[in-house]
């Protein structure tokens, strides 16, 4: 076994072991990025759009990321399995939509956000440790992409720097990766919900 691969291995373990359901070691050529991605952020548009720095505009273009992507070999994707909130479950129970058309309810956003559920606060600790293990091992341009918008603030400040530079991180389809196609293309299910639970999958780029 070469050394990337026993590092690819480790730091999937470590994300496991941090709470991911699942993660596995990737070459970076199952990363479908398609620029259809960010434009379903524009229309219907989300609420997110132009109002968090880590979402669209503010975040690279697909053909961008494209580029950027070139210069990253390997990959760690993760998955993680979660129930919803019953309060989540039954505001959903009624409602004739899927979990893709979430990120623009309005009043479904400000229920999570009351209930506590930031479906990506997990996924940013689980990068954070990933990132700080890979920087150990000597991959000093390792970079995590999370899971749904940034809500480390309430409101985000567009107009000055970010406040939680750390944590922060934009989200796979922020870039313009088709999460469904590369989940896939990892030998993952892609589940994208139920009313009871959904499966969330974040990245972390490797080098």
Known sequence: MSKIERDLEEL???????GASRAKGIDTSLIVVDERVQLKCRYPPCINYGRNL???PYTPTAKEFREILQNYKYAIIFQID???NKKIQDY???KETNLLDLSKDEEFIKLVL???EDEGAEANRIITALEREAFK??????LGLTVGPCRLCKECDTKNLCKHPWEARPSMEAVGIDVSKTAENAGFKIQWGTKESMNLTALILID
């Open 82 to 84: 979660k129930t919803m």
């Open 114 to 116: 009351d209930t506590g």
């Open 92 to 94: 959903l129970k009624n």
């Open 137 to 142: 091992k000597g991959y000093r341009l390792t």
């Open 12 to 18: 999937s373990e470590l994300a496991v072991k941090e």
């Open 54 to 56: 880590m979402c669209p």
